[in-house]
């Protein structure tokens, strides 16, 4: 039997047959750095740039909703709005770094004793989640927005994460952003409003498809009207000092007289004059407030003197 002719190419240049198993873990890696990157870049631009479009939007569209925008900058919206959006849904949001660890830790006690899911979400990672994932998914994209969180808190300031965020966040079906939302419920936009307006704006946040902020009822009135009076308590006591920091604030203004006829609102063919009755499977736990919550917040230490909203929300998990 004839001998096989001895290779010519020097041994250290030959190539080596690679396992599966070891392609699979190079293909990982691989596409492990490309997300890694991709989405560094992706934070990167959005810190310039406007998000043009988000998931939850396209869900809107797809659904045929549509998604009505109107996109204002930090500098010309009303600041009794941010006050409100720190009083309604992140009460430490100039003092994280992007996780209420503290929320978290209550938020999971709650949950574990049963009864209906509640969260515990900070800004920043409502903020994450709206401009780059989508809603629900579970712990995959718990995991996601954590990452998310983390790049636009040390690549953005908190002035770009409260514009983001008030411009992106659902304030009604089909309609996204504060200013949107003010000119959907009171006629005009939102560089001037008043603390009731900002109020029941924010109030609507954590269930806008099945919340109105004109005429509100029930728990979105009371909760619009707690969220009023800690308004103060975040101007009082700095709380919204970071969103500012540098920058002169807009002076407030009054709201613009607005002739009360009616309006078609964008979605509201969608809507319910009859609020739907709570559910035994909601995975929104919304206590009604006291009466006695209102002066008691006011009064409460700098720690404590506001307390975030009831986490467990559309926007919140």
């Not at 699979?24 to 890694?36: A, E, P, R």
């Not at 078609?264 to 995975?283: I, N, Q, Y």
């Amino acid at each position: 039997m004839a001998k096989r002719p001895k290779s010519t190419i020097p041994r250290y240049k030959r190539r080596r047959a690679v396992s599966w198993p070891r392609r699979i873990v190079g293909w990982t890696v691989k596409l492990i750095l490309v997300f890694l990157l991709g989405s560094v870049l992706w934070v990167l631009a959005y810190r310039f740039v406007n998000p043009p479009i988000t998931a939850t939007m396209l869900g809107d569209i797809f659904a045929g909703r549509g998604a009505a925008r109107d996109w204002m900058p930090i500098s010309q919206i009303d600041r009794d709005m941010v006050r409100s959006a720190i009083a309604a849904e992140d009460s430490k949001f100039c003092s994280h770094h992007g996780f209420d660890f503290e929320a978290i830790e209550n938020a999971m006690q709650r949950n574990a004793s049963g009864g209906r899911i509640r969260g515990g979400s900070t800004i920043s990672q409502q903020t994450a989640k709206n401009a780059f994932l989508w809603q629900n998914g579970g712990y995959f994209r718990k995991g996601m927005e954590a990452w998310f969180t983390f790049l636009i808190e040390h690549l953005w300031d908190k002035r770009r994460i409260m514009e983001v965020y008030l411009n992106l966040d659902e304030t009604g079906i089909g309609t996204y952003g504060v200013n949107a939302g003010s000119e959907r419920y009171f006629g005009h936009d939102a560089s001037a409003m008043s603390p009731t307006e900002a109020a029941r704006l924010a109030a609507v946040f954590p269930l806008p498809k099945k919340r109105g902020a004109v005429a509100p009822k029930g728990f979105t009135r009371r909760y619009g009207n707690i969220i009023a009076a800690r308004i103060a308590v975040v101007g009082r006591d700095g709380l919204d000092a970071c969103v500012y920091k540098g920058v002169t604030a807009p002076v407030n203004k009054a709201p613009p007289a607005v002739a009360k006829k009616p309006r078609p609102l964008p979605g509201e063919e969608f809507e319910t004059a009859k609020p739907p009755p709570p559910a035994e499977t909601s995975d929104v736990d919304e206590p009604a407030p006291a009466a006695t919550e209102v002066p008691a917040t006011v009064t409460q230490p700098e720690s404590n003197a506001v307390s975030n909203a009831p986490e467990a929300t559309e926007n919140s998990l």
